[in-house]
């Protein structure tokens, strides 16, 4: 499963520093097991210090201008090109990445950074001149214009540690926020070198990027609720962002958080096709996406059909090592994790869900003994009962859960019952059913014809209900992390 490398050890890096501190996280590397990293835990005292440091450098930040901006952003995507192959094998020891997605994920962090600095210059440029339209107001002039909003937390997750950490690092630096960044601490190692290659950026001042990683037990309270934070930037469970939203009191909140998504499929649909995009929608990163396709819902009259289909198609989807370019699943990031997955599917099997296939924590041959509880093979059930919990939560693993509907209201109605609503999709060949059904799906996103996929965010996305506040995506972050100010002349 991979040879272990050295240990290295990462700090912190506070108001332009590299902190140690007595403190450490252990860093389990999923490839070859034991610990392939360690780094410097951040405690209570230099969670303050960067946001006091952070919060002092806000007038200085809203003088910088847009083109200096992009500039960062750019050097910062020449970085992480320059480090690719060391970022791609850190993904694949912390995060249990095959190697060919952990390259992806690299990429697109990257391509990220640049598009960012794209998309601020062309939102800067594009205030606006309005004039009094009513009685009394005839003769105002105002210019709106877009502005820093101030000090940005972002919160990142484990299963895209780096992408997703691009994700909210670019817009808020574009937009000329300071960052204080807290990656989650099973996978800090790719937001350390980060956090490094922003440090080697001269012309970023020294106090606009904080890097603090640390146990939220510890810190988190302390973050979130510091009243020098005017925005939080999150990616995680919902259990995490209400908590995040309970203590943060006054400030933006843009978070995208748990998903549970349903694949609706009529009886017009290409199944073929269906069949291969429910296979990648659901066990892609052994199922760990918030986008994940959690639910298949399928008409009853093709049940049977689709689920063999789907079958044909899981021979694709084994483990194996992490450095082999054709693996396709790797470990789940923990036994716990492990552990919710083998509950929910026995739970679906008792109340008399079909198991096809899988349903076992397995692993492949050549895996560490102290990693093999982690992996649990992919697994499809068939008609899985509508009360069963794999249907209205989320699982975060390798399953494809398979449910039957009679017609589109029962397909609509059993899609909108649970609590999560982020991404959706609907296989039809019917133009005008695809809309309808897309358009009455409770969730952020729906997708037509295909699993959903959130793509660089070139599109707004996020969740409705519990699954966040708010829209990402590139220009859409931008937009939460700056503020609008009218100028009345």
């Known amino acids: 499963m991979g ?10 890096y506070v108001a332009g520093e590299w902190i140690d501190t007595d403190g450490t996280i252990a860093v389990t590397d999923l490839a070859a097991g034991g610990t392939f990293a360690e780094i410097a835990a951040a405690g209570p005292a ?19 201008t847009v083109v200096e901006r992009a500039g960062w952003c750019e050097a910062i995507a020449e970085g992480l090109d320059a480090r690719e192959e060391e970022l791609a094998e850190v993904i694949v020891r912390e995060a249990g990445k095959p190697i060919s997605s952990a390259r992806g994920e690299v990429t697109a962090a990257a391509e990220r950074f640049r598009r960012a600095a794209e998309e601020a210059r062309n939102i800067v440029s594009k205030g606006e001149y309005r004039e009094g339209s009513t009685e009394g107001h005839e003769g105002w002039r105002a210019i709106v214009k877009h502005e820093p909003i101030g000090t940005v937390l972002c919160i990142t997750p484990y299963n895209y540690p780096l992408a997703t950490t691009a994700l909210q690092v670019a817009p808020a630096l574009a937009a000329g926020n300071a960052v204080v960044l807290k990656p989650a601490t099973k996978t800090p190692i790719s937001a350390a070198i980060l956090a490094d290659v922003i440090a080697g950026v001269e012309a970023i001042p020294d106090d606009a990027f904080h890097f603090v990683p640390g146990e939220a037990s510890r810190i988190g309270d302390v973050l979130s609720g510091d009243e ?65 396709v959690s639910r298949v819902l399928v008409h009853e009259e093709v049940h049977d059909d689709l689920v063999d289909l789907i079958d044909g198609q899981m021979d694709a989807w084994r483990a194996g090592n992490l450095f082999d370019e054709d693996t396709a699943l790797g470990p789940l990031i923990s036994v716990d994790q492990a552990e919710w997955v083998q509950e929910l599917v026995d ?14 924590r397995r692993a492949p041959e050549g895996v560490p003994d102290e990693l093999a509880d982690q992996f649990f093979e992919p697994t499809l059930l068939a008609n899985v009962p509508r009360d069963a919990r794999i249907v209205d939560e989320e699982q975060f693993g390798p399953v494809a859960a398979v449910t039957t509907f009679s017609d589109r209201e029962e397909a609509v109605e059993i899609a909108n019952a649970s609590d999560l609503a982020l991404d959706a999709a609907v296989f039809t060949s019917d133009y005008d059913r695809a809309l309808e059904v897309a358009e009455r799906v409770d969730a952020g996103g729906v997708r037509i014809n295909g699993p959903p996929s959130h793509g660089l965010g070139d599109v707004p996305f996020g969740g409705n209900k519990d699954s966040g506040i708010g829209r990402e995506g590139l220009d859409a972050s931008i937009h939460e992390l700056m503020r609008t100010k009218s100028i009345v002349l």
């Not at 499929?265 to 986008?291: M, T």
């Open 347 to 360: 739970e679906a099997v008792e109340k008399g869900a079909t198991l096809v296939r899988g349903g076992e």
């Open 3 to 12: 040879t272990s490398i050295a240990q290295r050890r990462e700090r912190l």
């Open 46 to 64: 230099e969670a303050r210090r960067a946001l006091a440091a952070a919060h002092e450098l806000k007038p200085v930040l809203r003088r910088t």
């Open 228 to 292: 020098r934070v005017n925005a939080i930037a999150m990616t995680g469970s919902s259990g995490a962002g209400k908590h995040v939203a309970r203590e943060s009191g006054m400030v933006n909140l843009h978070m995208e958080l748990g998903g549970n998504a349903p694949a609706i499929v009529f009886e017009d649909a290409d199944l073929a096709d269906v069949a291969g995009s429910c296979a990648k929608g659901s066990f892609k990163y052994a199922g760990q996406r918030c986008s994940a």
